[in-house]
Structure formats: C-alpha cells, structure tokens
C-alpha cells in the first residue's frame, strides 16, 4: 500500500467480475476505472480468456498496461503484441489431454495463435465464440504439433460435479507438472504451472516496481484464488462461491449489481487520500 493506505495497482478478472453475465460492461464499472486514474491507481486486466478475447475491453477501460489473457500464460501489450508466452509443455499437454477425456470432459486447446475444438457443436463452443468474438479452428484430433504449443487446455462439461471433480484429480495427477484450476463452473483450466494469476501478480509487480502488499485483486473464481494470495488486499465478488469468498479479505456484490464498481469505491478508493 501506498502511505496512506491505498493500492497502487488493481489486478481484475473479467469474466464473473468485470463484466455482467451479459458481457457487458457497465457505466458504473468504466467510471470506477476512470476513478481510479484520478486517484494515481493503475488498473490491469487478467483473464482465462485468450488476448484476443479481451480487445473490447482495451478502448473503453483505456487500458495502457499489459494484459494477462489465458491465465498468465500468454501476457502482451494493448496492442496484442506478445510479451510472454508460456506453453505447458508436450508432455504434460499429451497427459492432460489424456486425463481430461477419460473423464469424460470435452476438451478445447489455447496455442499463441489458435483456439482449437474437435466438435464446433459441443456444449459451450458457440457461446465461448460469441464472447471472444472469433470463432475456432475444427481438428479432427489433437496433433503432437497442438500440443508441443498448447499454453491452455480446458476440459469443458455441463455436469458441473464432473468438473469440480475433475479438478481434484487433474491437480493430484499433473502434480508439479502444470496448473489445473475452474475458470467456470463448467470449465477446467490446465496450464503451465507458472502460468496462474498468483504469477501474474508477481510479474506485475516486477515490471512496475510496485510491491506484492501495494496491489489489490479482484474475482470471482477458484482460478483467482492464487492471486489473492498474492496481493495485499483482496476482494471477493458476491457471486463466487464461499470457498473463494474465504480467501478474500472483503467481499462485494455480485457482477450483476455493480459489485466492481462498488468494491472499488468502498475497499480501494476509499483508502486514497483525498
């Protein structure tokens, strides 16, 4: 924190926090952004979603910082040129593959470049398009190539106690090897294991001379756990469930009811001078 108690950084997630279920931004979120600035506070944006899924967010938050897409695992400039790519690995990609399909998971691939699906029909794929407005490549299978450059594998299902499940199993299999958290309830995560939003606080914190304990965080999911771990102040939203609610210092109202903009006005800005 600064000396008077403020952040000087705040890290958001987007989906389940920044924006509505909808997608949207609201008035009330572009303002606390604003809001922000005026008060010396820089704002960046960390997601599951690939860069390219966050370019409608860039012109209406301003954002000057580098964005943090795939969970860390790919970090560029606002102009999308890469900073940081971090694949998983062959090995523990082909592995993951393996674990996620024999648990009855559909599976999608994150490359640098790519969002690669075996089915554009399955569960979530046009949805998933619609929010990252691009649509993805059809394979008929994964290719050792796909996996030599996969920086996110997700195993997608409805049957949301599958992939809760699943997670425990794929975080007790890949062990040390990769990263396995929910970014939804129906969406698992594998990346490289220094490729989480914990990392990001870190390099964030390295490349703009700013202490761990002077950045806050904001999110809704387990994927968003290890950077509250990081921070010196986190913030829960209203919707997450009460196990990430219980690794935050405070928790706002939903993403539904302006709880971004409330939770920067009430546990940031309000520790500013002012």
Not at 237 to 264: I, L, R, W
């Amino acid at each position: 924190m600064t000396a008077n108690g403020a952040p000087r950084l705040l890290l958001a997630d987007v989906d389940g926090t920044l924006v509505t279920d909808e997608k949207l931004l609201t008035a009330a979120a572009v303002a606390a952004v604003q809001d922000l600035g005026r008060a010396g506070i820089a704002f960046a944006i960390t997601s599951s979603r690939p860069p390219r899924g966050l370019r409608m967010l860039i012109a209406p938050l301003d954002l000057q910082l580098p964005l943090a897409g795939l969970n860390g695992g790919l970090l560029v400039n606002p102009d999308l040129s890469v900073i940081a790519c971090h694949p998983i690995g062959a090995a523990a990609a082909a592995k993951a593959v393996a674990l996620l399909l024999d648990q009855g998971l559909d599976v999608w691939i994150y490359t640098q470049t790519a969002w690669l699906v075996r089915d554009a029909s399955a569960p979530h794929v046009a949805r998933e398009a619609w929010i990252l407005k691009f649509d993805p490549e059809v394979v008929a299978a994964f290719t050792a190539e796909h996996l030599a450059h996969a920086v996110k594998i997700v195993g997608v299902s409805d049957d949301l106690a599958l992939v809760a499940a699943g997670e425990a199993r794929a975080q007790t299999a890949l062990g040390a090897s990769a990263s396995a958290t929910r970014s939804n309830p129906y969406f698992l995560d594998v990346t490289n294991p220094g490729a989480n939003k914990g990392a990001v606080v870190m390099e964030l914190s390295a490349r703009l001379a700013i202490a761990p304990h002077q950045i806050a965080t904001i999110g809704d999911m387990q994927n968003d756990v290890p950077m509250f771990r990081q921070s010196g102040l986190s913030i829960a939203m209203g919707n997450a469930s009460d196990d990430v609610k219980a690794h935050a210092n405070h928790v706002t109202a939903s993403n539904q009811d302006d709880g971004f903009a409330k939770a920067v006005r009430d546990f940031v800005l309000s520790r500013a001078a002012p």
